[in-house]
């Protein structure tokens, strides 16, 4: 079975300041590795992903996070953080067989502080 | 770009009603996944399909069923609603596309607020 643990349920910043959001999951299998982003009151958009290939991967608005296997991590980081970078960050694994069901950590709630 | 639409943002029911939830994708995926979503659990899988009629539960299935009559809409029953299952409710879709090219991608709907009294 596959589960995802997100350090922190709720993590605050300053503008400017290095945000770093925690991610370590367990797999059996090679996982398929996610961020998303939900902003008040919408769904989930797709922040970044690793299927395979370069550990380092970037994704949008500014953000990167790293696979690394032999920690089980998968951190999501920016330089700098932005107001509108508020919102609530969820990381996810899937193995890489059938449908993708993707098993989600509980998220953690970024505030940006002015 | 995919859409993802689901039938209400907002939805009161009283405990006992049968509820329906319904989400429409735009893309012709094949895959579709009911989760909710609750403070300090994260998302949790209640079904999924990977085709029309087909159907498999997810981590937390007890109360629900689903419906999958076409291709592009999937359904999420509550029997008997309960205030336990007071939540918000997020409908995505899936799609392998070009044989062995996945697209890796799940898109999400806006989701349901549903609150049950």
């Known amino acids: 079975a596959q589960s995802v643990t997100q350090l922190g349920s709720h993590v605050s910043v300053s503008e400017g300041a290095l945000v770093l959001l925690r991610c370590n999951y367990s797999?059996?299998?090679?996982?398929?590795l996610f961020w998303y982003v939900q902003y008040p009151n919408q769904g989930l958009q797709l922040l970044l992903k690793y299927t395979t290939g370069a550990t380092l991967v970037k994704g949008i608005n500014g953000f990167e996070a790293e696979f690394k296997k032999s920690e089980t991590s998968f951190h999501l980081t920016k330089p700098s953080a932005h107001m509108s970078d508020a919102a609530e960050y969820f990381c996810a694994v899937s193995d890489r067989r059938g449908a993708q069901k993707l098993v989600f950590g509980q998220g953690t709630r970024l505030t940006i502080n002015p | 770009d995919v859409k993802v639409t689901q039938s209400s943002r907002y939805l009161v029911k009283r405990t006992g009603e049968k509820v329906f939830l319904e989400c429409v994708q735009d893309m012709d995926h094949e895959n579709m996944f009911w989760y909710r979503q609750d403070p300090g659990l994260g998302l949790r899988l209640i079904y999924f399909s990977y085709d029309v009629k087909m159907k498999e539960k997810g981590d937390i299935p007890e109360g629900y069923s689903v419906s999958r009559e076409k291709k592009e809409r999937f359904s999420l029953i509550l029997e008997s609603a309960s205030t336990n299952q007071t939540s918000m409710y997020l409908c995505?879709?899936?799609?392998?596309?070009?044989?062995?090219?996945?697209?890796?991608?799940?898109?999400f709907g806006p989701g349901t607020r549903l609150t049950v009294l």
């Open positions: 797999s059996s299998v090679p996982p398929y």
């Open positions: 995505a879709s899936y799609a392998i596309a070009g044989g062995a090219i996945r697209t890796d991608t799940q898109y």
